[in-house]
T-cell receptor, first 113, second 116 residues
Framework: EAQVTQNPRYLITVTGKKLTVTCSQN?????MSWYRQDPGLGLRQIYY???????DKGDVPEGYKVSRKEKRNFPLILESPSPNQTSLYFC????????????FGPGTRLTVT | AQSVTQPDIHITVSEGASLELRCNYS??????LFWYVQSPGQGLQLLLK????DTLVQGIKGFEAEFKRSQSSFNLRKPSVHWSDAAEYFC??????????????WGLGTSLAVNP
């Protein structure tokens, strides 16, 4: 089954404690991205990756890092989380030369206290 | 500026009634248009998309949408709503000139409630 998986699904942490949210897709997609979803602000892109070792900033990259060492994995790293990073995070992937269907993971609800 | 507006934040319909969710966009180039649905606790699932050709597109779950270039709209419709359609619906726009970043511009969503 084609899918994007994220872990963990729920996470409560404290300010400053480094964390990683994993994302993996089994569709051999080149393109992957991370979004955060906040009430009243909709979905905002954090980072994206065109392929292995190729990443770039989206609209709200501050406070986040990513890496793409393998095609299937695109982890999101919060090196020093702060309460304003409390949000619902989605990973997505797609393929093809132009915009196509983006497959989304189930989301990770992060709370930073 | 590129933007997507979903004028209705929340809509309530009765089961079996027809549904129309509005979406207006502002995009400099030829738009690619999408509707996604987010069920409670779930990720986003593509309902339908428009790239070119017939301006009335059919999607999954019995949904359809019509692209009206003159009105910059891409409204989502369903003739008879089911209780399982209760969800958040997002309209999004992108384009062939998106370059390396296949980023979509998203609306803020319309929350649909269905009364039995």
């Amino acid at each position: 089954e084609a899918q994007v998986t994220q872990n963990p699904r729920y996470l409560i942490t404290v300010t400053g404690k480094k964390l990683t949210v994993t994302c993996s897709q089994n569709m051999n997609h080149e393109y992957m991205s991370w979004y955060r979803q906040d009430p009243g602000l909709g979905l905002r892109q954090i980072y994206y990756s065109m392929n292995v070792e190729v990443t770039d900033k989206g609209d709200v990259p501050e406070g986040y890092k990513v890496s793409r060492k393998e095609k299937r994995n695109f982890p999101l790293i919060l090196e020093s989380p702060s309460p304003n990073q409390t949000s619902l995070y989605f990973c997505a992937s797609t393929t093809g030369p132009t915009l196509a269907e983006q497959y989304f993971g189930p989301g990770t609800r992060l709370t930073v206290t | 500026a590129q933007s997507v507006t979903q004028p209705d934040i929340h809509i309530t319909v009765s089961e079996g009634a027809s549904l129309e969710l509005r979406c207006n966009y502002s995009y400099g180039a030829t738009p690619y248009l999408f509707w996604y649905v987010q069920s409670p606790g779930q990720g986003l699932q593509l309902l339908l998309k428009y790239f070119s050709g017939d301006t009335l597109v059919q999607g999954i779950k019995g949904f359809e949408a019509e692209f009206k270039r003159s009105q910059s709209s891409f409204n989502l419709r369903k003739p008879s709503v089911h209780w399982s359609d209760a969800a958040e619906y997002f309209c999004a726009v992108g384009g062939p000139s998106a370059g390396n970043n296949r980023k979509l511009i998203w609306g803020l969503g319309t929350s649909l409630a269905v009364n039995p």
